[in-house]
């Protein structure tokens, strides 16, 4: 047997039957604690005293509540209408008993910080609480999401809970798609979006309500917008601001935003039974598609939720086991599968909240995405593998990574609960109870701690402030990668010696990317190529998923990719010839299916290049294209990613040239069976290998041309007289 499961434990293990007990308590305290909402801040609280007042309270605020929600229309045929039925929904939330409390305390309070269960109603509800009390008078309720499937998705459905049309009273708005208009009144956003507001309305005056929502996730952006709410509410004493938690260190922020009380209301929670595995799995994909299929044969019904670090991951277990269910013939239930993660198309998104058919079963195949941001009704059984995708930075190098990393003992409790939500659930963690107790740190290290700041110290810079290190942080971010980002902010020319923002500095900072994408676009004024290198940036900022290789057809597959890429032109260039050519056919479906090219990649590349079009007028500067000249945009590319330069050795790999390192370059490239000498790239990959992704030929002295305070002419001289040997395969064209 695969797990162990409570009963049978301390055979295999004389303190597993402890740590089973022990687990169970964890759940259970969480309950209790729940339920009885213990003290949680010395500073300030609001206690619910006993069931009787919650009854109690939901019944008047129900009665209240009853006349706005009956003046919309729209009945169906079943004479309740859709909209009513949502409206109950609403009110069977748990936050629901709560509303008329919570809204009393954001009337007391500037600042407040809310901690209710996953699941009970605090992004959903909050915002249109807000509302209907009148906060959207005098300005928008802004709602931020670290993640931008979460602030579409949760957008859409507060638009349907209100009876109206996404974009209209209700919106959102994410990186390159902005789903608003004037009428908008609730806004949801990702909080790098915010940040983004920022620059241009540094005291969010249209805003008369701040909603930092998912505080306990700690991404980058939400904690530099904690440093700079903090900094606004005080000088904008009608600005309420809010900051919103799934987890219980509320006294963390409570401490931060100046002792602010903390609301924080019961979630209902059903125990959860954790199994853990006997031994380590060598494989947690084939772990995941096993727990799934016994799931499916031996347990009763109920949707199963399985966490995979990312779209990679998900798409192979989907292919997978819609392959092994085929082989189990009919004699099994149906199961739905449902793949999401932030890629998905939001069509598809949809399908993950659409009830399961009586009968059936769902399986979410997810992300981390469903850990807190997203609450998917029906969930009894979770299948946790233990890994999610984190980034890691190396500050010394500069070098980011993207790493399948161990989650924490805080995620593994917040997956499990995700089971207990409407009933008793289950949770298969396919890792020992020895991995969990010795080896899964106990909280996940806040993104600032381990990334890369180039980007964020920009914004920062061009909302003047100029001494980070005395930015209010939560948690500061080692100094050394403060440093780091400050050195390449000025290699790149944003930045004079005295650390003040430059003109190209200025430039740079409209645009919502990369610092070295940024100065790509900016520097391309010079080399009057700019049209080029925006549909290079574009098709740079669609991610990977460009071509498609159905499995009966990757030889044709493979040769329209390398139609792209004839001259060996590199890889930037083979970007910027697909955009061409697919323009040329006036943005044709047919063409992309001749050329397994994924069309839905292409259209989002389209939307960003004409975005990135209008934030060149912004900074003045004209389109100009010189298509025949592929060194001015091979030039351009260089001087914004001159720090990633590589020069091949003679075993084949690379070695980076600062900071010396070995790396490879990725079997997708165009290049990699070219192999040249001097290579720039747009970013490291580790998967078995350090990779190179997306590459382009440079020639070495363009280096002291382009980058003279960085490169020395001893970094860049190349023994041209020992000419690489020609061994390795030419180009397959
Ligand atoms: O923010 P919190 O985790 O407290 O809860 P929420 O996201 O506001 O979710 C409240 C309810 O809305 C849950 O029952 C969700 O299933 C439902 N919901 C939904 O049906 N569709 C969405 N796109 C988002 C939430
Ligand atoms: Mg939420």
């Not at 929904?89 to 009393?104: E, G, M």
């Not at 200025?506 to 676009?521: G, N, T, V, W």
């Not at 294209?625 to 091949?648: C, M, Q, W, Y």
Request: charged fraction near 25%; aromatic fraction near 8%; hydrophobic fraction near 35%.
């Amino acid at each position: 047997q695969r797990y162990r499961d409570m009963g049978s434990a301390e055979k295999m293990n004389p303190f597993a039957e402890q740590e089973a007990w022990e687990d169970h308590q964890i759940e259970n305290a969480t309950l209790k604690f729940g339920a009885k909402n213990k003290e949680v801040s010395d500073n300030y609280e609001f206690v619910f005293e006993d069931q009787i007042d919650f009854i109690k309270a939901s019944v008047l605020a129900g009665e209240n509540y009853e006349d706005e929600m009956h003046a919309k229309p729209s009945q169906d045929s079943a004479g309740k209408s859709a909209f009513h039925m949502l409206q109950e929904d609403r009110k069977a939330l748990p936050i629901y008993s709560y509303r008329d409390r919570l809204l009393n305390a954001v009337k007391d309070h500037q600042v407040l910080i809310i901690v209710g269960e996953t699941g009970s109603g605090k992004t959903t509800q909050i915002p249109q609480y807000l509302h209907e009390a009148g906060y959207t008078k005098h300005g928008k309720v802004g709602c931020t999401q670290p993640r931008r499937v979460a602030a579409m998705s949760v957008a859409a459905r507060v638009a349907q809970e209100m009876g109206g049309k996404l974009g209209h009273e209700v919106g959102y708005s994410i990186r390159f798609e902005d789903c608003t208009s004037e009428k908008t009144i609730l806004k949801y956003m990702t909080d790098g979006m915010l940040l983004r507001e920022l620059l241009g309305e540094p005291d969010l005056g249209s805003y008369s309500v701040i909603i930092v929502d998912e505080a306990h996730e700690r991404t980058l952006h939400t904690d530099i917008l904690f440093g700079l709410v903090k900094d606004i509410a005080r000088a904008r004493p009608d600005l309420k601001l809010l900051i919103s938690s799934a987890t219980m260190d509320a006294e963390k922020f409570s401490d931060f935003f100046d002792q602010a009380p903390i609301f924080s209301f019961p979630g209902r929670r059903y125990p959860v039974d954790i199994c853990f595995t006997t031994a380590p799995e060598a494989d947690y994909m084939d772990a995941a598609i096993a727990t799934v299929l016994t799931i499916h044969v031996k347990e009763q019904l109920g949707d199963v939720l399985v966490f995979l670090p990312g779209q990679e991951e998900i798409e192979a277990v989907e292919e997978n086991l819609k392959h092994k269910i085929r082989g189990l013939g009919t004699k099994i239930r149906e199961l739905i599968i449902c793949p999401i993660y932030a890629n998905l198309p939001s069509e598809l998104q949809a399908k993950i909240f659409e009830p399961t058919p009586e009968g059936a079963r769902k399986v979410v195949l997810a992300t981390n995405i469903a850990e807190t941001s997203l609450t998917i009704d029906g969930i009894k059984y979770v299948v946790d593998p233990g890994f999610s995708k984190m980034k890691s930075y190396n500050p010394r190098t500069g070098m980011e990574s993207l790493l399948v990393t161990p989650i924490s003992k805080a995620s593994a409790t917040q997956r499990a609960g995700r089971a207990g939500r409407t009933s008793p659930g289950k949770c298969y963690r396919l890792y020992t109870a020895y991995n969990y107790y010795n080896d899964l740190e106990d909280n996940t290290v806040p993104e600032i701690q381990r990334t890369n700041l180039a980007s964020v110290v920009l914004s920062l810079k061009s909302l003047g402030i100029h001494n980070l290190l005395n930015f209010d942080f939560m948690d500061p971010p080692p100094s050394e990668a403060l440093i780091k980002s400050l050195e390449l902010l000025f290699a790149l020319g944003a930045l004079n010696q005295l650390g003040e923002l430059t003109k190209a500095g200025r430039r740079m900072a409209e645009f919502p990317l990369d610092p070295m994408l940024s100065k790509m676009i900016v520097v391309s004024d010079k080399y009057k190529c700019s049209d080029e290198i925006i549909s290079i940036a574009a098709m740079l900022s669609i991610g990977p998923s460009i071509f498609y290789r159905p499995k009966d057809k990757q030889v044709h597959a493979d040769n329209a990719m390398m139609n792209f890429h004839v001259g060996n032109v590199g890889d930037h260039i083979a970007l910027l010839k697909i955009y061409n050519s697919w323009k040329e056919t006036n943005y044709s479906t047919q063409w992309c299916y001749e050329n397994y090219i994924q069309v839905r990649s292409m259209k989002r590349a389209r939307d960003i290049r004409d975005q990135l079009e209008g934030l060149l007028e912004r900074v003045e500067i004209d389109v100009s294209s010189n298509a025949n000249e592929l060194d001015s945009i091979r030039k351009s590319i260089v001087a914004g990613f001159f720090p990633h330069t590589a020069k091949l050795q003679k075993n084949g790999s690379y070695r980076t040239v600062k900071h010396p390192q070995t790396v490879h370059i990725h079997p997708a490239s165009g290049l990699s069976q070219v192999l040249p000498r001097w290579v720039v790239y747009h970013q490291l990959v580790l998967t078995s290998k350090e990779y190179m992704r997306q590459v382009t030929e440079l020639k070495p002295e363009w280096l002291i041309e382009i980058a003279p305070h960085y490169y020395q002419l001893k970094d860049v001289e190349d023994a041209t007289s020992k000419k690489m040997p020609k061994t390795s395969g030419r180009a397959v064209v």
